[in-house]
């Protein structure tokens, strides 16, 4: 064999071994990636879904309000129960530090399920 044909033979030796090692490197970091972001999703979920409450009224404030109506009504006192059904749900809104709150988390979990995106394109890859 010529020096260039020995030459190329040495070269696809060692890129491949160099490959190998770069594929193996890299496949195992991708694993780890799905396995944090896989964990930190169901972490997040459940905090989201704790937290969902927070953006809803009390509906035991309704309740009580057209229980209240109701007495009213069965005391006889027809000018305080007024005409139209209680409804404090109407007035209520969540407050700002709640809805940060739920933007951050909602934010945290796009950007998890991102990651594993990522890492599962960059595995069939």
Known sequence: KDKRSRFWGVYKRVAEEHDGEFLE????DMDIVLIFSGLFSAVSTGFIVAMESNLDPDP???????LKQLVQIGLGNLAKAGTAPA??????SPSASAVRI?????ASLS???????????????
């Open 60 to 66: 035991g404030d309704t309740t009580n309000a057209l």
């Open 111 to 125: 950007m998890s399920l991102l990651a594993a995106f990522g890492a599962v394109l960059g595995k069939q890859w």
């Open 87 to 92: 409804d404090p749900a109407s007035t209520w």
């Open 102 to 106: 739920q933007l951050v988390a909602y």
């Open 25 to 28: 490197r890299y496949t195992t």
